[in-house]
């Protein structure tokens, strides 16, 4: 499967948002309750969107998953210095499209960006009670870093030190 990664922008909004809803949906559904609906609709995104931190991963032009990249994080990641990591957040895929290839292909392309950036850490949150989506994580080349309570949320923080890693083709 051939995924492409590009920002989104602006018409880009109620997909971007609708991928998140639909994982959303999906995981509540199943019992595992991720994001609450009223984080991810187009009014709460749309800053993020226009601000460019948000990516959406296409397969032959469809829109197959969605992630934000960002350079600093604030609210999880409050406790280390902000100037040698990138940050990932609300990486969803389409149900279509689910089976790790899609997810795997966006976690390489951050990895890589975080490179680029001359940053050496790239990072990530999950519910700490999700052992399954930790396992696919620390499976990648994740390794744990610390447990937080982050408002409503019990999470598990997790670091991918790029330095460490060879480029993957």
Known sequence: MDVSIRQATTQDLETVSGILLEAAHWLNDTGKPMWREEEIVPERISSDVSAGVFFLAECDGEAAGTVKFQLEDMVVWFDIPQHDSAFVHRLAVRRKFAGGAVSTAILRWAVEQTRLL???????????????????????????HSNKQIGPYFDARYEYDVSEHAPRP
């Open 118 to 144: 001359g940053r050496r850490y790239l990072r990530l949150d999950c519910a700490a009670t999700r052992p399954r989506l930790r396992a696919i994580y620390e499976q990648f080349g994740f390794t744990h």
